[in-house]
């Protein structure tokens, strides 16, 4: 039986992952498997296999942290608890990585070529399911994470990404009712939030095929398909109201390749919600 990883050895395993995501971001080329050679060298006879678990477990506790994350490692749960304490720490030292995820977040955004739009439709990811308690609440137990980055709220806030995010969602529905040889539907497609306001609860108002209403929510990120976002208490409240024609559209790997997948109904049937902000007013 294997022994478990030392804390030296996680240390170690999180400063590849780290520097691999830094690199990632920056739009700066490397291999994974020369990281891993290397990494192997200052752990305890890890096989690649075991470094590569590692790597995914780290992807899990980095989505738990509201993080940007690899999207080639795909997440992995029942990691340690060493795992996310080391992880934590060495989140607060990573001045230079919060540089460039910092500057992704914000900068502005418009819409890439891509050359067939209907394409950019995937299945959505499958996340490990989440037994322990939100990660709101986990980072309050942890006292010693003193800069964990909203990147999520960093995002909501980048107007530019959203309104790309919408027209991007506008061209694909377009084109998905053209090839559905629905033109006159393609053009009525609105990109209501700009047309009535942004108070609807949705961005988007499209149409099936059979002329009935998809109204259609748009959150849009730089990052992974799994990467956390922001929601309003309207957006829950209306796809609710509106479950029958409501679907939610996470756009994501925004500024390199766009994919989106699509997630109908209720928001809070199909993605946890965690309390991460309150509004407050003096008690009487």
Known sequence: MAQDWSREEVEAAVADYFAMLRAERSGVEYNKAEHRRVLSNLLNGRTHGSIERKHQNLSAVLIELGMPYIEGYKPL?????????????????????????????????????IEDILAALVEP????????????KRLREVPRIVR???????????????????????????ARLLAARKDRLAGKVERVSVSRGDGLGYDVLSFEADSRERLIEVKTTAYGPATPFMVTRNEVAKSKELEAHYQLYRVFDFRRQPRMFQKAGQIEQAFALDPVQFSARLRG
């Open 125 to 136: 990811p499958s996340v490990p399911r989440r037994d322990d308690e939100p990660y709101a």
């Open 77 to 113: 749960s029942n990691y340690q608890q060493m795992l996310f304490d080391v992880a934590a720490a060495q989140i607060d030292q990573a001045t230079d990585l919060h540089v460039v995820l910092e500057a992704e977040a914000t900068q502005p955004a418009t819409v890439p070529p």
């Open 148 to 174: 964990v980055v909203d990147y999520p709220a960093m995002e909501a806030r980048n107007r530019s990404l959203g309104d790309a995010g919408e027209e991007f969602a506008v061209r694909f529905e377009q």
